[in-house]
């Protein structure tokens, strides 16, 4: 049995105080309202100074290389305030990404960036409505990209992009500043109010990152640090429906002590208790480099999205009337849930990954 360490409670402690005083769901409001980017640049600074951009990054290069867990802990904070910020994409993904397979030069250039939240990195994978990283078709030729990326997480702010792209018939990772000739972004309007962009490529220059191999590395570790902040939401979600339970009346009575209402409530604590373990699992593989980081990651992201799925609608539900206001929490949850779910795989799609890994 996985046990947290002093190091990381305290680092979860401190994440989760940051991010109820300054990023409630108040702020996510007035985010949508007022910043186009989605997200607070202040505030990622303050986040850069807490040491969050450097999880993940050796202390060579700037970083505290806390480790997947310690990053899945500060992720599970920012998603129960649904806190906005390229946290995933910059620190994990993209730290992930040239860490893993980036050259001496590559990880001495954006490395020490990255720790120091002077650079947002996105992932630029999907092609379609739908994730299937198998039938990508952007090609790399003569050290230039050409073709579309749909729907890339913070890409509309991203300062360096990670793109997936065919080169000789092989699936690889190519480096590419966001705003290198021949890159057109055009941001997208998302339904939970995060960024994302499309980003079309006519004859970009791109520096190869890494092999073949890197492609699923990344995207497992994407999956698993999204898992994570899906967790958040969810926990957040249920404690916020438990607590309506106990103060709404009906027929003269708390909701909560309904019987139906109770065993539904039950239903979501047993979900979120075996969907914590699928997490932490998957974290912990990650920090202990096991030869099954495969399997957990679609384990935990499709337990994740499935459970996200149910208490998000359970929340909204058990709320009544007010639960479909713009004026409460419940319909940023459910829309936040949406997104996540299909962002890098629905539950579907790894129920069926999970399978084939598994030679079922």
Same mark, same amino acid.
């Not at 500043?177 to 970009?204: E, H």
């Given at each position: 049995m996985f046990t947290l360490s002093e190091e990381h409670e305290m680092l979860r402690e401190s994440a989760r105080a940051f991010v109820q005083e300054k990023m409630p769901t108040a702020h996510l409001r007035a985010v949508r309202e007022a910043k186009p980017e989605g997200f607070d640049r202040a505030?990622?600074?303050?986040?850069?100074?807490?040491?969050?951009?450097?999880?993940?990054?050796?202390?060579?290069?700037?970083?505290?290389?806390?480790?997947?867990?310690?990053?899945?802990?500060?992720?599970?904070?920012?998603?129960? $305030? #649904?806190?906005?910020?390229?946290?995933?994409?910059? =620190?994990?993904? @993209? !730290?992930? %990404?040239?860490? +893993? &397979? *980036?050259?001496?030069?590559?990880?001495?250039?954006?490395?020490?960036?990255?720790?120091?939240?002077?650079?947002?990195?996105?992932?630029?994978?999907?092609?379609?409505?739908?994730?299937?990283?198998?039938?990508?078709?952007?090609?790399?030729?003569?050290?230039?990209?050409?073709?579309?990326?749909?729907?890339?997480?913070?890409?509309?702010?991203?300062?360096?992009?990670?793109?997936?792209?065919?080169?000789?018939?092989?699936?690889?990772?190519?480096?590419?500043?966001?705003?290198?000739?021949?890159?057109?972004?055009?941001?997208?309007? $998302? #339904?939970?109010?995060?960024?994302?962009?499309?980003? =079309?490529?006519? @004859? !970009?220059? %791109?520096?190869? +990152? &890494? *092999?073949?191999?890197?492609?699923?590395?990344?995207?497992?570790?994407?999956?698993?640090?999204?898992?994570?902040?899906?967790?958040?939401?969810?926990?957040q979600a249920f404690e916020t429906t438990s607590e309506y339970l106990k103060t709404r009346t009906q027929f003269g009575q708390l909701i909560g002590s309904f019987q139906a209402l109770q065993h539904r409530a039950a239903k979501m604590f047993v979900e979120l208790e075996l969907t914590r373990s699928c997490v932490l699992a998957a974290l912990s593989a990650l920090d202990e480099n096991r030869n099954d980081i495969a399997e957990l990651a679609s384990l935990a992201k499709a337990r994740a999205g499935e459970t996200l799925h149910l208490v998000s609608n359970e929340m909204v539900q058990m709320h009544g009337g007010i639960g479909m206001t713009d004026a409460a929490d419940p319909g940023l949850y459910l829309k936040r849930a949406r997104v996540a779910e299909a962002l890098y795989g629905s539950a579907s799609y790894h129920r069926d990954r999970y399978a084939a890994l598994n030679n079922f």
């Open positions: 505030l990622w600074a303050e986040m850069a100074q807490l040491g969050w951009t450097g999880i993940l990054i050796p202390e060579e290069h700037g970083g505290s290389a806390l480790g997947y867990v310690g990053m899945g802990l500060v992720l599970e904070e920012c998603g129960r $305030t #649904l806190a906005p910020s390229p946290l995933h994409s910059t =620190a994990l993904v @993209g !730290a992930s %990404a040239i860490a +893993l &397979g *980036g050259t001496a030069a590559q990880k001495n250039e954006w490395l020490p960036k990255i720790a120091a939240g002077e650079l947002i990195v996105a992932l630029a994978i999907d092609e379609s409505a739908h994730h299937a990283p198998e039938k990508i078709k952007l090609e790399v030729k003569n050290g230039q990209l050409t073709g579309m990326k749909k729907y890339v997480a913070d890409g509309h702010v991203a300062d360096l992009l990670i793109v997936a792209a065919r080169e000789g018939g092989v699936v690889k990772h190519f480096l590419v500043p966001a705003n290198a000739d021949g890159v057109t972004i055009t941001q997208l309007k $998302t #339904l939970d109010s995060r960024g994302a962009a499309d980003i =079309a490529f006519k @004859g !970009a220059k %791109a520096e190869p +990152l &890494g *092999g073949p191999e890197l492609v699923d590395q990344v995207l497992d570790r994407a999956r698993i640090g999204l898992a994570a902040e899906m967790l958040g939401q969810a926990s």
